[in-house]
């Protein structure tokens, strides 16, 4: 993103998305992302398709686990 906060423009964005509904203003977050969201495609990356084998990998021992672990905080 241009914004160098992205994490607050996200809040401000979602605190807009409802003081705006609150106030009968109902509003999509795509219509208000599209409008305050910029991209800087200088930054643009691609994934290395080795990483995004290896992180499935590792998300799918996470899913096993949770599920294995699913009750015993509770």
């Known amino acids: ?3 160098p906060e992205p994490g607050a423009l996200g809040a ?6 409802c003081a705006m509904a609150q106030n009968g ?3 999509s977050l ?4 599209d409008y305050c ?4 495609s200088s930054t ?3 994934p290395e ?8 990998q590792i998300y799918g021992e ?11 905080n509770q």
Do not use: F
């Open 12 to 17: 401000a964005i979602q605190a807009m998305w």
């Open 37 to 40: 969201v910029h991209l800087d």
């Open 44 to 46: 643009r990356v691609e």
């Open 25 to 27: 203003h109902h509003v």
């Open 1 to 3: 993103p241009v914004n």
């Open 62 to 72: 996470y899913l096993r686990l949770n599920d294995a672990l699913k009750g015993v």
């Open 30 to 33: 795509k219509t208000l992302t």
């Open 49 to 56: 398709p080795a990483s995004c084998e290896r992180y499935s």
